[in-house]
């Protein structure tokens, strides 16, 4: 295999083909490198990864359907590799009334009512906000006006590489006798091409997703807890993911990720954006415990929180956002 940037004679000395081009006279005895043609090839794998699309849609590239959302909260990714051209690339985004949605969903729902139908008179919102997957403060709230929006909310990016990309990353800090055991889970979505990846893959077909758990300790005293608000600092860290291959090649997610001028067309209007992205993941440690006791004199048990050791009595209020458009 050949690295960019670089040149035949390094990546034939590279695989062991050649010795070092500067030893006596290897100028004259690899003068046939130069003389010849050669040609360097590569492929890849390219998903166009939508993090929130608002809400029910259709996605098309280049006049072709990649896709339907119905799912206001989740990440959808499509392979879009078969479909990519040189230029003029165009990615449309077909978006429904979330209201006509939700009535067609209620109307089809007869086995049973789900309350409540419509939102009190007084709100002047709009129906059956409970059969769809949307921000349900959207249809209208106590004290919120009604917007319900349609749109891409999130990011939008296209993710090309040829060995390997991260899927997702959660991480579940643990606290035992004076160490914290960090504890993290991902999915590799490998692409198998021409590199040999030593990795136990549960899938045996494509495209080889792959978990992979890794376990960190880290002693009590080397971090800075995380505390509820008004209790101390909300201290994070930062958790870079970084791969080495089998090779010794380092992998990093800045260079599995291209820059795009992606044309996004609908209602007639057209959009540009440039996209970037990038793993870094912000982490934090605490401890968390429910405590439910017997109360004397009563029937019913205690509920409260211990939090890094120490009882918090949690308050709040049921809150919307404040901004009705949420980009």
């Known amino acids: 295999s050949a690295e960019v940037p670089g040149c035949v004679h390094t990546a034939l000395q590279r695989q062991g083909f050649i010795s070092d081009p500067y030893y006596r006279y290897n100028d004259l005895a690899y003068r046939w490198i130069s003389l010849d043609n050669w040609t360097s090839t590569t492929s890849w794998k390219a998903v166009l990864v939508f993090e929130g699309v608002d809400t029910v849609s259709t996605i098309s590239l280049n006049g072709v359907t990649i896709g339907k959302t119905d799912n206001m909260f989740r990440r959808h990714d499509f392979e879009v590799t078969d479909l990519l051209k040189d230029e003029d690339n165009i990615l449309q985004v077909w978006i429904m009334s979330a209201v006509t949605y939700a009535s067609q969903r209620s109307h089809a729902h007869t086995e049973y009512r789900v309350p409540p139908d419509c939102p009190p008179p007084v709100q002047k919102g709009e129906c059956h ?172 048990l205690s509920f409260y929180f211990w939090i890094n050791g120490k009882p918090i009595f949690l308050k709040g209020s049921n809150w919307i956002p404040v901004h009705a458009f949420q980009e």
């Not at 990795?199 to 978990?211: A, D, E, R, T």
């Open 129 to 300: 906000v409970n059969f769809i997957r949307k921000a349900q403060s959207s249809f209208s709230w106590d004290w919120g006006p009604s917007f319900p929006t349609l749109g891409i909310w999130k990011g939008v990016r296209l993710e090309v590489f040829n060995t390997l990309r991260v899927l997702s990353y959660t991480t579940n800090p643990r606290f035992g006798t004076h160490i914290f055991a960090y504890e993290g889970e991902g999915i590799l979505d490998i692409n198998i091409i021409s590199k040999q990846i030593n990795i136990i893959c549960k899938s045996l077909f494509p495209p080889y997703s792959c978990p992979v758990s890794l376990h960190v300790f880290l002693s009590f005293s080397s971090v800075s807890l995380w505390w509820p608000f008004g209790h101390g600092e909300q201290t994070l860290y930062d958790l870079m993911i970084d791969v080495n291959l089998e090779d010794g090649e380092a992998f990093n997610a800045e260079r599995m990720v291209i820059f795009l001028s992606v044309y996004f067309i609908f209602f007639s209007v057209c959009i540009i954006s440039l996209l970037c992205c990038g793993f870094v993941f912000q982490v934090a440690f605490r401890t968390v415990e429910l405590v439910q006791e017997p109360i004397p004199s009563s029937p019913g």
